[in-house]
């Protein structure tokens, strides 16, 4: 199976910063990622695709990047609204594996 | 509207077995794949099986962690996806959610299963 490391494991950050949450994969994943969104108590929403493509829906102050074994979400004005935990998930290998989650609070 | 509804969790004692169902609509569900992923209590996300559409042959896929102990199946003519878990452990308690695609883009509200005794 594909190993993905994410880290931090939390982040606790003041509205309106920006934050920045960092995936990596036991190898190159090209471009097979996804992150999610998982707010207390519900389901997980799908953020990015494909590494850097928007899900419809999703506010442009969410931003994702990377290549090969390295993959970023970064978090644009953060917001209240935005207070959840997120992960990443790589698809590349059809054996689907998630990174471990990073929970975000306000500060 | 894509609505995404599992049913079938409950409390199962060690050793049982349980099938989940997960009823869809708002889409054309003979088109996608779908998948069921858990959650346990205050844990991560872990992938636990999928399964393709009729043009990829039904193929089905299963985490190692899992493979042996659990079956995914479908029924086009219902929109519905199901996962039979067998042999149950204290640690197969979590939340399992149905979702939608390779890229998992749509996800239900989850069915809670508890196992003990």
């Known amino acids: 199976d594909i190993q993905m490391t994410q880290s931090p494991a939390s982040l606790s950050a003041s509205l309106g910063e920006t934050v920045t949450i960092e995936c990596r994969a036991s190898?190159?994943?090209?471009?097979?990622l996804a992150w999610y969104q998982q707010k207390p108590g519900k389901s997980p929403q799908l953020l990015i695709y494909?590494?850097?493509s928007l899900h419809t829906g999703v506010p442009s102050r969410f931003s994702g990047s990377g290549s090969g074994t390295q993959y970023s979400l970064k978090i644009n004005s953060l917001q209240s609204e935005d207070v959840a935990s997120y992960f990443c998930q790589q698809y590349y290998d059809y054996l689907f594996t998630f990174g471990s989650g990073t929970k975000l609070e306000i500060k | 509207e894509v609505q995404i509804l599992e049913t079938g969790g409950g409390l199962v004692k060690p050793g049982g077995s349980l099938r989940l169902s997960c009823a869809t609509s708002g889409f054309n569900f003979n088109d996608y794949f779908m998948n069921w992923v858990r959650q346990a209590p205050g844990k991560g996300l872990e992938w636990v099986a999928q399964i393709r559409n009729k043009n990829y042959n039904y193929a089905t896929y299963y985490a190692e962690s899992l493979e042996g102990r659990v079956t995914i199946s479908r029924d086009d003519s219902k929109s519905s996806v199901y996962l039979q878990v067998s042999s149950l452990r204290a640690e197969d308690t979590a939340i399992y959610y149905c979702?939608?695609?390779?890229?998992?883009?749509?996800w239900g509200q989850g069915a809670s299963v508890t196992v003990s005794s």
């Open positions: 979702t939608r695609g390779y890229v998992m883009d749509a």
């Open positions: 190898e190159d994943i090209y471009n097979g």
């Open positions: 494909n590494a850097n």
